[in-house]
Nanobody, 118 residues
Framework: VQLQASGGGLVQPGGSLRLSCTAS????????MDWYRQAPGQQREFVAD???????KYADSVKGRFTISRDNAKKSVYLQMNSLKLEDTAVYYC?????????????WGQGTLVTVSS
């Protein structure tokens, strides 16, 4: 199973970006899908998650600005980021809890860099 993240880039404060992450491989089912981020010199932190039934949860720091969504048919999760701030600069990682064969496991994408700068 592999997760491929994309969509990062350079954006000015107040701008928007949309991240995508697609799972591939021997996948029977995907439960929770989420996004984490890691800023330089800091620990990885939770950003948002979405359950298979569409229930979402957000970190307080992004609530009202970021929206997580998923397309189960495409095995993909998205993160729409609006009103970006300097402090949103980080490498963003997607994560998914996947049933492959008879085993549930966590899988991580490779990360995509988001830089918010004027």
């Amino acid at each position: 199973v592999q997760l491929q993240a994309s969509g990062g880039g350079l954006v000015q404060p107040g701008g928007s970006l949309r991240l995508s992450c697609t799972a591939s491989g021997s996948i029977s089912s995907i439960n929770l899908m989420d996004w984490y981020r890691q800023a330089p010199g800091q620990q990885r932190e939770f950003v948002a998650d979405i359950r298979s039934d569409g229930i979402t949860k957000y970190a307080d720091s992004v609530k009202g600005r970021f929206t997580i969504s998923r397309d189960n048919a495409k095995k993909s999760v998205y993160l729409q980021m609006n009103s970006l701030k300097l402090e949103d600069t980080a490498v963003y990682y997607c994560n998914a809890y996947v049933l492959s064969g008879s085993r549930w496991s966590d899988y991580w994408g490779q990360g995509t860099l988001v830089t918010v700068s004027s």
